[in-house]
């Protein structure tokens, strides 16, 4: 059988990076927030506390491994099922990236921790960073984020301003819209007046495709997204998948060997997606360089052993692992 990956999953499809190599290290919903729209359900467990999460070397020496096959992918992006500055030694992983490969290194974080000068230092190692923001007053924030008791808006948008202060690579802030939460107009007018403090090279919207936390969080309507997308300017654009989701360039001949060069790499690859969100048919496909009759087959078998589950939402099935 295939060596089970722990850390990296991927490479993936990414509407805002491309090919995206995940890099997972932090536990399973481990974060700072627990979001009404979070894919992957409930936090089990809401902190502020920095550990040493997974060990660091064991990370580069699967990254290693992964190189040595042909590795090909537009961004080494540490982000995962947790909250990923939650790792004590995310500098250190970062330095330790940079020194065995010259692909970009990405940050996808919810940025409640960039307060800390210790985080910025540690995200200020990267090639770009990707942080959020939801809400523009502490209302919201608790309403759609419900965050750790020690965090606030003022405090994730103070850290925000203090990040771009110091930090000369792209930051692209995500801004999710669900709507009925922070859509009206006295929503969306605090949340443009944080952007203008916090001073993005790009703002991207989004909204709630995939199934999500609570059963009432409600996509916001394309229309709508493309109408605010108008009044942030010329620096936003919308991320939110269509029903005819935005496919990255098509695997390479030797990427798809190297999932196959081994019995079980696909199905392995698929499981492991799943484990990080979930993925309609044509996502799986797309990730993974195969037909749908593949993919049906190694969803069917992992049906059969109970490891994944599958959720209508908008009219498309989304598989995710149990």
């Given at each position: 059988m295939a060596k089970r990956e722990k850390y990296l999953y991927g490479p993936v499809p990414s509407r805002r990076l491309g090919r995206s190599l995940g890099v997972d290290i932090v536990p399973f919903k481990v974060c700072t927030l627990d979001c009404v729209y979070c894919q992957l359900g409930k936090a089990t467990e809401t902190t502020i506390e920095r550990k040493d999460f997974v060990p660091v070397g064991e990370v580069l020496a699967e990254l290693?491994?992964?190189l040595a096959k042909g590795l090909e992918t537009d961004f080494i992006t540490i982000s995962g099922s947790g909250e990923p500055?939650?790792?004590?030694?995310?500098?250190?992983?970062?330095?330790?990236?940079?020194?065995?490969?010259?692909?970009?290194?990405?940050?996808?974080?919810?940025g409640t921790l960039l307060y800390r000068q210790d985080v910025r230092a540690d995200c200020a190692k990267a090639d770009i960073v990707l942080p959020s923001l939801d809400a523009g007053d502490e209302q919201t924030f608790q309403r759609i984020n419900r965050p750790h008791p020690n965090l606030s808006s003022q405090k994730l948008i103070g850290g925000l301003c203090a990040f771009r202060d110091e930090f000369a690579n792209p930051l692209w802030l995500e801004v999710f819209l669900v709507d009925g939460f922070n859509t009206d107009k006295a929503q969306i007018d605090k949340i443009m007046n944080a952007v203008k403090r916090i001073r993005p090279d790009k703002i991207?919207?989004?909204?709630?495709?995939?199934?999500?936390?609570?059963?009432?969080?409600?996509?916001?309507?394309?229309?709508?997204?493309?109408?605010?997308?108008?009044?942030?300017?010329?620096?936003?654009?919308?991320?939110?998948?269509?029903s005819a989701p935005r496919c990255a360039r098509p695997l390479q001949r030797k990427e798809q060997d190297e999932l196959a060069a081994t019995p079980g790499g696909r199905a392995e690859s698929l499981l492991s997606?799943?484990?990080r969100r979930p993925c309609s048919l044509e996502d799986i496909c797309t990730g993974l360089?195969?037909?749908?009759?593949?993919?049906?087959?190694?969803?069917?078998?992992?049906?059969?052993?109970?490891?994944?589950?599958?959720?209508?939402?908008?009219?498309?099935?989304?598989?995710?692992?149990n």
């Open positions: 290693k491994e992964k500055t939650l790792h004590s030694r995310l500098g250190e992983l970062i330095d330790g990236i940079k020194k065995i490969t010259h692909i970009p290194v990405a940050i996808i974080t919810n991207q919207l989004n909204t709630a495709v995939r199934p999500a936390a609570e059963p009432d969080v409600k996509k916001v309507d394309p229309t709508k997204l493309q109408a605010i997308a108008q009044q942030f300017g010329y620096k936003c654009e919308v991320v939110a998948e269509s997606m799943l484990k360089g195969i037909h749908r009759n593949e993919a049906l087959k190694y969803i069917n078998h992992f049906q059969q052993q109970g490891l994944i589950d599958f959720e209508p939402r908008e009219g498309t099935v989304f598989f995710k692992a």
